[in-house]
């Protein structure tokens, strides 16, 4: 099972609101990831957890506030975003945080934000 | 600067035939690289991986070659089959430090029935 199940899949918020989106994942890996995805492009690195514990931040704006509240459970916090924001956000994981051989990234289906 | 490149956005290959998707790395320092295959409005799903140790790993229809004088590796598909149809990004794993992917810019394979 190489499962990283993400909700809500399609969220619309206005710049004033503050909403949050989930990940869960049940293969016992210890590092945990949030990406960002434009249309067309490869996704970017926003964060990374491991053992539970935020390790990189890749100089996201404070208006994004990662939470990890177990070694299954990953929240991302949005609040005061802009319509530039809008993007696809991906959840993932993986064993283990240190890169190289079998350490495989997996990727949960995103959530589409839309910011008005 | 572009670590990982894909220098074709887009191929079109007849149903049955062999698919070849190439990527070029500049960083000495990776050691793990993977292909991931991606539908619209969907995440990436994994679909293949090597390790700097290997030249070739083989799942199904699935190969990929890695040449590591040449900084290159490939994914082959064969045959290919409409439904491989989507957008595959190659990704670059460094040895130590965090495991963050270095990813392509994808190329867009259409197979055509």
């Known amino acids: 099972d190489t499962e990283v199940t993400q909700t809500p899949k399609h969220l619309v918020m206005g710049m004033t609101n503050k909403k949050s989106l989930k990940c869960e994942q049940h293969m016992g890996h210890r590092a945990m990831y949030w990406y960002k995805q434009k249309a067309k492009k490869p996704p970017e690195l926003m964060f990374v957890?491991?053992?539970?514990?935020?390790?990189i931040n890749e100089s996201v704006p404070s208006r994004f506030s990662p939470e990890c509240p177990n070694s299954s459970l990953l929240n991302l916090h949005l609040h005061a975003l802009q319509p530039e924001d809008s993007a696809l956000y991906l959840c993932a994981s993986s064993p283990m945080i240190t890169g190289g051989a079998g350490n495989t990234i997996y990727f949960g289906e995103g959530s589409w934000l839309t910011v008005v | 600067d572009q670590q990982v490149k894909q220098n074709s956005p887009s191929l079109s290959v007849q149903e049955g035939r062999i698919s070849i998707l190439n990527c070029d790395y500049t960083n000495s320092m990776f050691d793990y690289f993977l292909w991931y295959k991606k539908y619209p409005a969907e995440g990436p799903t994994f679909l293949i991986s090597i390790s700097s140790i290997k030249d070739k790993n083989e799942d199904g229809r699935f190969t990929v070659f890695l040449n590591k004088s040449a900084k290159h590796l490939s994914l082959h598909i064969v045959p290919s089959q409409p439904g491989d149809s989507a957008v595959y990004f190659c990704?670059?794993?460094?040895?130590?430090?965090?495991?963050?992917?270095?990813f392509g810019t994808g190329t867009r394979l259409t197979v055509i029935p």
């Open positions: 990704a670059a794993s460094p040895l130590g430090g965090a495991n963050n992917l270095f």
């Open positions: 957890y491991s053992y539970e514990k935020l390790s």
